[in-house]
């Protein structure tokens, strides 16, 4: 079994960029020292992300490798979901032991591509280099309508919370093949009074006391509304983290036919009120929960 070590970086590279689509709007893709892209038309504001996955913090030796590579493309997607923005370039960073197998590699990259062309990305570039493990980062960026696009910081005391989807039990396979929200999140902000938005990648313990505190407000959550996936407890709903749905609070004056509307258009991902958010900064009483990488 050939290894990264055999081919070298070159033979690689190579084989990482050969024959990949780049875009209408990319100018120069992989091969130059920078990718060349247009930049968003008049109206629109320029969004940058990064992020990265971790062997034995996001996945195992044992994960499959498309699987590893689709994780890496959706996460940093998700964020772009968060703010009901379009996603257009990516970079990727690759680093790996000299010893891995280079089958490995190409599937990380199937999955990864696969994800990106899914939802009109293209890779436009990136990096390789040794190290003691598998890293792989990707950055991307795309646009927003200059008054459409949704900040976290942006409720309301009074706001109602609502989360997209089901909640918990990631760990059983759901954090390596969740959808992002792109579609969904774009129609929210289209269609219903969204003040703030930020996508559920730590859990609902952590986030939802970020998106309130940055505005300075507390949470009211009944633990019994919670939308659980099958199986899952309210406190794994609360707690258990990666479940990449969307966290939204919204204006009281919603109303029920806007709801109504998309049930029509999104019939298989549920939309659920959970609570509303509170003059007073504060938290209710919960099993505690959520991702810290400091503290896990």
Known sequence: MKTLADIGEDELVRRLVRGRWHGKDVIEGPGDDCAVVRPPRAGRHLLLKTDTVVEGVHFTAETPANLIGRKAM???????????ATPRHALVTLIAPPTTPL????GLYRGLHAMAGRHGVAVVGGETSRGDSLILTVSLSGDAPARGWVRRHGARAGDL??????????????????????????WLAEHLPVRAMMDLSDGLAKDLPRLAGGAG????????????????????AWGDGEDYELLLAM??????????????????????CIGRLTP????????????DHFRA
Do not use: N
């Not at 959706?74 to 009901?84: E, H």
């Not at 089958?103 to 190409?106: A, I, K, S």
């Open 251 to 272: 204006a009281p004056t919603v109303r029920p036919a806007s709801l109504a509307a998309w049930r029509r258009a999104f019939p298989r991902v549920p939309l659920t």
């Open 103 to 106: 089958q490995r590699v190409l």
């Open 161 to 186: 919370l609502f989360v997209t989807g089901r909640l918990g039990g990631s760990i059983r396979g759901r954090h390596l093949r969740f959808q992002p929200r792109l579609a969904e999140a774009r």
């Open 217 to 236: 407000l507390g949470f009211a959550v009944d633990p019994d509304s919670l939308p659980r996936a099958s199986g899952c407890t309210p406190d794994q």
């Open 74 to 84: 959706a996460r940093v997607l998700s964020d772009f979901a968060a703010m009901a």
């Open 280 to 291: 007073r900064p504060g938290r209710r009483t919960q099993t505690a929960g959520g991702w």
